[in-house]
């Protein structure tokens, strides 16, 4: 087999959830011709080549050709590419990631302060679960960003994405239009889209589990909330907060990403509670061990983090709600991960 790798990295120190921690890694380089039959190193890698077409982005080294995704060239232009490539394309899009070192963290409902105050049978029984590491978006994909991946894809918008939309809670309530920026979270993508975006954007979407440490894990604590467990309306866009002057946006509106900065989950992720649900990639089913075990998979996947139309109870790190994959959830969003 033919196996091409030349290290590029260096090693860094890196702040996460659990402390400081060092973390080496090169960025390797690929020839293009063998992305399909070099076993992979996982993270980001380098390929080169010349520009074969501009639309869609095509790149040969002469004996193999890809197609890449979050960049412009001209013809004939050589490039050499740092990126994520997934079997099917090579993707350059970049967002600000939060690293999360390999370790254990108790999942679920810890039954303390307003955890137990909620007693949902899904969140129980709570469990230690290991992960390796990853990364995970620091804020919730954008519609700039979701712009990106429409115009380079040709996937058709999101039923969310008007500008100046009549917002729907499923009950007939149609009388709420809000204006959405770029830098707002997209609303309205079903499951599938959400993934689809992802794999575009060389990552996945995260794991249930994934999602919660990021949440809530200190170390050696889970929180209740992204911010500590004690409930306040003014820490992130909900239902609550529609006072404008103290920061809040009203109800019935997403909010831009990041607005509410001064109450981020401890490793650092904006908007883990609030502004919109988060598709996860995990089917709706019960933890191991459940007293009351359920088990819908191929029928719902989990959403997680509540929304700007959510109560108290939501915004609970340990809190799952489910949807349909195929529903293009008006209050749904989601994040990246790799």
Same mark, same amino acid.
């Given at each position: ?23 080496? *890694? @090169? ?10 039959? %070099?076993?992979?190193? %996982?993270?980001?890698?380098?390929? *080169? ?34 990126? *994520? ?5 090579f993707s350059v899009f970049e967002s600000e990631m939060i690293y999360i070192p390999a370790g254990s963290f108790l999942m679920g409902n810890s ?32 519609? =700039? ?5 429409? %115009? ?41 889209? @959400?993934?689809?975006?992802? @794999? ?5 979407? $995260? ?9 809530? *894990?200190? !170390? ?23 006072? $404008?002057?103290? !920061? ?74 489910? =949807?349909? $994959? ?13």
């Amino acid at each position: 087999m033919n196996r091409t790798f030349i290290a590029l990295g260096i090693c860094i120190l890196m702040m996460a959830a659990m402390g400081p921690a060092t973390q080496c *890694w @090169a960025i390797y380089g690929v020839r293009i011709s063998d992305l399909h039959n %070099t076993p992979l190193p %996982t993270g980001k890698i380098r390929v *080169w080549g010349k520009v074969t077409s501009e639309s869609p982005l095509k790149v040969t080294d002469g004996r193999g050709e890809i197609t890449v995704t979050g960049r412009t060239a001209t013809l004939n232009d050589y490039l050499v590419l740092d990126g *994520w490539w997934n079997g099917q394309f090579f993707s350059v899009f970049e967002s600000e990631m939060i690293y999360i070192p390999a370790g254990s963290f108790l999942m679920g409902n810890s039954n303390v302060g307003n955890d137990a105050v909620y007693h949902y049978s899904s969140e129980f029984p709570q469990h230690s679960v290991y992960l390796s590491g990853y990364s995970i978006g620091k804020y919730e994909v954008t519609r =700039g960003e979701y712009r990106a991946f429409m %115009t380079a894809t040709g996937r058709a918008q999101p039923y969310g994405w008007a500008a100046a939309q009549d917002w729907c809670d499923g009950c007939g309530h149609c009388s709420y239009a809000f204006t959405q920026t770029d830098n707002h979270p997209v609303v309205g993508v079903t499951w599938y889209d @959400a993934e689809a975006f992802c @794999a575009w954007a060389g990552g996945h979407l $995260p794991t249930e589990a994934e999602w919660e440490r990021a949440a809530r *894990w200190t !170390g050696s604590y889970p929180n209740v909330y992204p911010w500590g467990d004690t409930w306040g309306d003014e820490k992130c866009n909900n239902l609550y907060d529609t006072n $404008p002057a103290g !920061g809040g946006y009203g109800k019935y509106q997403t909010s831009p990403v990041g607005s509410y900065s001064s109450y981020p989950s401890p490793s650092g992720c904006q908007d883990m509670a609030g502004n919109v649900w988060e598709w996860v990639q995990d089917w709706f089913k019960s933890y191991p061990g459940s007293s009351s075990p359920f088990d819908y998979t191929n029928s719902y996947r989990v959403l997680r983090g509540g929304s700007w139309y959510s109560y108290d109870y939501s915004f609970r790190c340990a809190y799952r709600f489910y =949807g349909n $994959p195929n529903y293009c959830w008006l209050i749904g969003g989601f994040r990246l991960a790799r």
